[in-house]
Structures are given as structure tokens and as C-alpha cells.
């Protein structure tokens, strides 16, 4: 029989919780706990996570063989933990040049990049440039293409880390996954912009309930806020950034100064941004696709007269206008078999009214 005061794993692993669930019922039942848990602490190991320790009477037996291959066979069958996480960083494609609407920001990223180019310097005066940034604003504002500009100005790779690459249903994984980012983060050796998307996702709500799933919530959250204290210190060639639509749902002990250094709101963009985002967005494409004999655009657009038209639309909303134009050019052409006109100013006008009707909250 175990003696469950004297069986302990620590909390990290969940394991605690794991074994209250199962000990009830009788010594039979105590005893397949016991050996479930000591299954449980293998599988611990065999992932490289940090031995646990079990206290248990002298005389009570680690699981025997059959034991193990009882429990491997009523286990789910081996899954991908953390899917994506071992794939290597990669550049953007995406500048500074590119984003539209936001100068401010702009004017501030350039800055962060010159810091992070310039260790010397920074050193000499004993100034830590930010190893944190957190972006935070409406959908479609642009916050993921800054990140990618980001690296782009800095010369550095990319690396994004999305809510499925980290949480995960099964005991400690995501604990497990977070662990593995980090050390990850700290083996690179080329300067690399980490982006961790919809970071509100990832570690909303820290501290609230009692259930499993806020346990594990605050356990990744715990472990981030670890992870973040001396990051810049064990690897300065990392930079972090957090991006959110719902700064409320963060907890503020996650973002603070020394995590995240820089905290910028991006807003929906005002008239001149909308103007600035369409010019920016229809000159990249012109730059592509036109060739001699070909246009894209005729001379009647303004950006201007599209800003006043625009109100409330984001630059997702603008790069939708543009995707439906074009597509729509493209699709009279591949039908009818012959060249049609350029896009006009009132295609662009009729783009926006079904871009407002297809999204409800314009």
C-alpha cells in the first residue's frame, strides 16, 4: 500500500494534482496511482525536463514491466509537443519603409535598432537597450508587420511563437514548451527578433481561479516572467516581442519595465494614415506586377479621396480593398481573355462599401 504523506513530486509537474486524482478507493487503486505517477515521472525525464523526486516507503517497488507496458498501452498515442518550436528562424521580407500611418512608431523602432547594433556603445555608457517590446491596439493594425520590420531593420531573423505551439492539454507540456522556447532563445547566435503573437492568449488571466486550467496558466505565466529577468543578459542577441489586441487581459506583473521595456499602443489609423497605408501598399504593388505595356492603377486614384472615404478601416481593411480590386481585374481578365482598364478611383470606393458590409463591427 502507499503511503500518500509520504509520496511527493514536486508542484512544477502538475504531478501533485495528477496523483489526488487517481489515490482514492482503496490500496488496489492507491497502488496503481502510485505506479501511474512513477510512469508519469519517467516520461518527465525521458523529455529532458528536470528529475522530480519520490519519497515512498522503503518497501513499496518502482513499477514493474508489465506494469509499464499496461500503462504505455492505455496511454494516448505520441503526439507532437510544441509543434513548430524546433523550426529554425527566418527573415521577414517586410521594412520600416512598408508600414504606413504610424510614423511615431516607425521613428522609435529605428532607434531600437540602432541600439541593438551598437553594443559598444551601449555598453560604454552602462545603457541596456530594450529586450521587451509589447504592441497593443485594435486587429489588423499592423502589429505583427512591425515585429517583422523590426527584424528586418535590425538585420535579424524571425522567429514567431503562436498560442498552439505552447499550450497544450496534457500534464506539463505547455509548462514543458515555454521551458524549451527559452532555451531555444538562448542557443541563438544570430540576432533574432521573437515574437510571441496574441500574447494575451498565451498567459491571459494569471492568477485567477483555482481549476487545472488556471494552475497551468499561471504556471506558463510563472515561468515566462523567469525566463524574462536575465534573458538580455545570458543572450543580447535576442529581442522579444509581445503582441496583444487585449492589454487588459495581461498581467501587468508580466509586461512591466525590464521585461518589457517599450510598450506601444497601435491605434487604427487617423485620415492621413489611411492615405499614407493605401500610397505605401500601391506602390509595393505596382513596383511587383507592373511592366511595360501593363498597369495596375490609373491616374485617377488618390489616396486622399480614399482616406475620406475611409473611416475606421484598418490596414488589414486597406490590403482587403486592394485584394478585392486586383482580384477582381484579374478575374474579367482570365474570363473575357482580353486586357480591361487599370484600377480606378471607384473601384477602390466600391471595394470599401463591401469591405464594411462584409465586416459588421465597421
Not at 110 to 123: K, L, N, T, W, Y
Not at 199 to 206: E, M, Q
Not at 313 to 322: P, S
Request: glycine share 8%.
Amino acid at each position: 500500500m502507499v503511503n500518500r504523506s509520504q509520496t511527493t513530486l514536486p508542484s512544477r509537474y502538475g504531478l501533485d494534482s495528477f496523483g489526488r486524482a487517481h489515490a482514492v478507493g482503496g490500496t488496489q487503486r492507491g497502488e496503481q496511482s502510485f505506479e501511474l505517477l512513477c510512469v508519469a515521472h519517467f516520461e518527465l525525464d525521458r523529455v529532458g525536463v528536470e528529475s522530480g523526486i519520490a519519497v515512498v516507503e522503503p518497501e513499496t517497488r518502482l513499477p514493474s514491466e508489465h506494469v509499464l507496458r499496461r500503462v504505455a498501452k492505455e496511454q494516448p498515442a505520441a503526439r507532437p509537443t510544441g509543434a513548430g518550436l524546433d523550426a529554425p528562424p527566418h527573415g521577414t521580407g517586410v521594412s520600416l519603409d512598408q508600414v504606413g500611418g504610424l510614423p511615431g512608431v516607425v521613428a522609435q523602432f529605428r532607434d531600437i535598432a540602432v541600439s541593438f547594433g551598437h553594443p559598444e556603445v551601449m555598453a560604454r555608457w552602462g545603457a541596456r537597450r530594450p529586450q521587451g517590446i509589447l504592441l497593443y491596439g485594435p486587429p489588423g493594425t499592423g502589429k505583427t508587420m512591425l515585429a517583422r520590420a523590426l527584424a528586418t531593420e535590425i538585420g535579424a531573423d524571425f522567429r514567431e511563437i503562436r498560442t498552439p505551439e505552447i499550450l497544450d492539454k496534457w500534464l506539463g507540456a505547455s509548462e514543458r514548451n515555454i521551458k524549451r522556447v527559452f532555451r531555444q532563445a538562448r542557443r541563438y547566435v544570430r540576432p533574432t527578433v521573437m515574437l510571441f503573437d496574441e500574447f494575451d492568449s498565451i498567459i491571459s488571466y494569471a492568477g485567477a481561479g483555482d481549476d487545472a486550467a488556471s494552475q497551468a496558466v499561471n504556471a506558463v505565466a510563472g515561468i515566462f516572467k523567469q525566463e524574462m529577468n536575465d534573458l538580455i543578459e545570458e543572450n543580447p542577441n535576442v529581442i522579444v516581442v509581445a503582441t496583444t489586441n487585449f492589454p487588459d487581459r495581461v498581467d501587468e506583473s508580466l509586461v512591466r519595465s525590464g521585461r518589457f521595456d517599450v510598450k506601444l499602443a497601435i491605434p487604427k489609423p487617423n485620415e492621413a494614415g489611411r492615405a499614407e497605408i493605401l500610397a505605401t501598399m500601391i506602390r509595393r504593388l505596382a513596383a511587383e506586377h507592373e511592366s511595360p505595356g501593363f498597369r495596375m492603377f490609373a491616374d485617377d486614384v488618390d489616396p486622399a479621396d480614399f482616406a475620406a472615404n475611409s473611416a475606421g478601416l484598418t490596414g488589414a481593411d486597406i490590403a482587403e480593398v486592394l485584394r478585392r480590386v486586383t482580384m477582381d481585374k484579374a478575374m474579367q481578365e482570365a474570363r473575357t481573355g482580353a486586357r480591361v482598364p487599370p484600377v480606378a478611383q471607384l473601384d477602390l470606393i466600391a471595394a470599401i462599401a463591401d469591405v464594411r458590409q462584409s465586416t459588421p463591427s465597421r
